[in-house]
């Protein structure tokens, strides 16, 4: 069964910084594309960053603040988030492919607001 756990969500002021960690059951390096995506409240879940097995790909509105990168010690994949801003709210989830399968985290809030 594999398995995908978020963890770093959390509440920042606009102009900070924050970590999110997706842990995975088996190896990072099992998954064609892993990344995450987000859902802010009463809009449809967006891509946020990907890591594919030709490179990285970012939604315009995180390019230049935020980047994603495996951890392979920690088997984990990492988005770092800076210079957040109130519209990136949404509850952020990690979602590998394997094969035709989909497999989603269950999420992690993170809020910006002063």
């Known amino acids: 069964q594999v398995q995908l756990v978020e963890s770093g969500g959390g509440l920042v002021q606009p102009g900070g910084s924050l970590r999110l960690s997706c842990a995975a059951s088996?190896?990072?390096?099992?998954?064609?594309?892993i990344g995450w995506y987000r859902q802010a409240p009463g809009k449809q879940r967006e891509l946020v960053a990907v890591?594919?097995?030709?490179?990285?790909d970012f939604a315009d509105s995180v390019k230049g603040r935020f980047t994603i990168a495996r951890d392979i010690a920690k088997n984990t994949v990492v988005l770092q988030m800076n210079n957040l801003k109130p519209e990136d709210t949404a509850v952020y989830y990690c979602?590998?492919?394997?094969?035709?399968?989909?497999?989603w985290g269950q999420g992690t809030q993170v809020t910006v607001s002063s």
């Open positions: 979602k590998g492919k394997i094969r035709r399968n989909d497999y």
């Open positions: 088996g190896s990072i390096f099992s998954f064609s594309v």
């Open positions: 890591i594919t097995t030709v490179g990285t």
